[in-house]
């Protein structure tokens, strides 16, 4: 994708200056949430000044690990992604959908509390706009709208950033999903020396930027200023679609998508899923962690005085064995039908239910797997030893 989402000219900003941006925000009624260091990674938290931002932060991932290490060069947002997506606010892991006391002989509905402000979040990726849209695809239906998400949906404000660094998980590129921000922001910013370049996608966006314009400088930028922003997340595609190794950067996964609906729906009984269940923990970590998996379930909480019942819609997986359970039992009941499950309707179902891909390349499930186990590699080893006719 390139930065083509912006609606206008890109404006210089200094770094400390994007606390006119957070107040902005916060004038304008929103909770902002931003990356935070917290508990050894970098993860999604309220953020109420500059020096909440990460930085001097990098993290490096791999299959299976993450480690933070200071580097006093980093920038406020040359971190990637962490464990939490916009999912998390969006589409909690626990949240009340209906909650009833008893009244009489009867019992009463009481109203949902309503979020105490619209949310902003900063530093949001190309690969998680390409989620947002993926779970609005799911829970925005026009027949069956889920009425929390679309009014946590409309009250988003959404501050992404243009990556200038990638980890060796991230394969967005192979996804079309990054490493620039793709539409659905309302500002994005790239972060060059001791300056952002901020630019809005929309006129939400852009209503903002005229508050920051009253709090601090913005500065247009030239037509060569604004193609050496343009070139900040175009040079790390180039880099990750050359897959080389830099120092101090491992080269980045890729996967090849050609064919992958018929090249998977083509092997479901390929020897290399007994193979991947032999190492799968089928703890579901991977659909935790992944900004698009939607699937859950509602269960009765009733309290113990009996006076009150709680209907609680919580995330599901379909590691778990009771996941789809049905008259009769589940229906994967081994480890090899559950990851495969999961893989063909990410990377080919999906395709045929929502008209794209279920996966952004973020590399999330990768780096948060206990064994390491990546979905880049598992599918180039079914390509490799491909048993279609
Ligand atoms: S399947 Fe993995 S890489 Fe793809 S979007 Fe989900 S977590 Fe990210
Ligand atoms: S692939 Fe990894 S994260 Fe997913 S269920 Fe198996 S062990 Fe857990």
Redesign the pocket.
């Known amino acids: 994708m390139s930065c083509s989402a912006a609606i206008g000219p890109p404006q210089w900003l200094a770094k400390p200056d994007f606390q006119a941006v957070i107040d902005a925000l916060v004038a304008a009624g929103h909770r902002v949430v931003g990356p935070r260091v917290a508990a050894g990674a970098i993860v999604l938290d309220d953020v109420a000044c500059v020096a909440d931002l990460p930085a001097g932060w990098l993290d490096d991932q791999d299959g299976g690990s993450y480690r933070l290490r200071r580097d006093e060069a980093a920038g406020c947002f040359d971190h990637v992604v962490g464990p939490h997506s916009l999912k998390n606010f969006l589409f909690p892991a626990r949240e009340p959908v209906a909650t009833f006391i008893r009244d009489g002989a009867g019992w009463r509905e009481q109203p949902l509390v309503p979020d105490p402000a619209p949310l902003a979040v900063l530093g949001v990726r190309g690969c998680d706009l390409a989620?947002l849209a993926i779970q609005d695809a799911v829970f925005l239906r026009a027949d069956v709208a889920d009425s929390t998400y679309r009014g946590r949906r409309a009250g988003l404000f959404i501050v992404a950033v243009n990556c200038r660094r990638a980890a060796a998980t991230c394969f967005c590129h192979s996804m079309q999903c990054g490493p620039a921000a793709g539409p659905g922001f309302d500002l994005a910013v790239t972060e060059i020396d001791d300056r952002f370049a901020i630019e809005a996608g929309t006129t939400k966006g852009a209503a903002l930027l005229a508050a920051v314009a009253t709090r601090a400088t913005l500065t247009p930028c030239t037509p060569a200023d604004t193609a050496a922003v343009r070139d900040v997340p175009q040079a790390l595609g180039r880099w990750m679609h050359s897959r080389q190794a830099m120092p101090g950067a491992a080269a980045p996964r890729s996967l090849d998508t050609t064919d992958i609906r018929d090249l998977l729906f083509g092997n479901l009984e390929h020897p290399h899923w007994a193979a991947i269940a032999d190492r799968c923990l089928a703890c579901g970590n991977?659909t935790l962690?992944?900004?698009?998996?939607f699937c859950h379930s509602v269960e009765d909480v009733p309290d113990l005085s009996g006076d009150r019942a709680t209907l609680e819609r919580r995330w599901a997986s379909c590691f778990t064995l009771d996941h789809a359970h049905m008259h009769g039992g589940g229906p994967r009941p081994t480890t090899a039908s559950r990851y495969r499950q999961w893989l063909t309707h990410?990377l080919a179902g999906w395709i045929d239910q929502f008209g794209t891909s279920g996966?952004?390349?973020?590399?999330?499930?990768?780096t948060w797997c206990p064994v390491g186990i990546d979905?880049t590699a598992e599918v180039a080893a079914i390509r490799a030893a491909d048993a279609r006719p």
């Not at 962690?289 to 998996?293: E, H, I, Q, R």
């Open positions: 989620a991977c962690v992944c900004p698009t998996c990410k996966c952004t390349g973020c590399g999330r499930c990768i979905l």
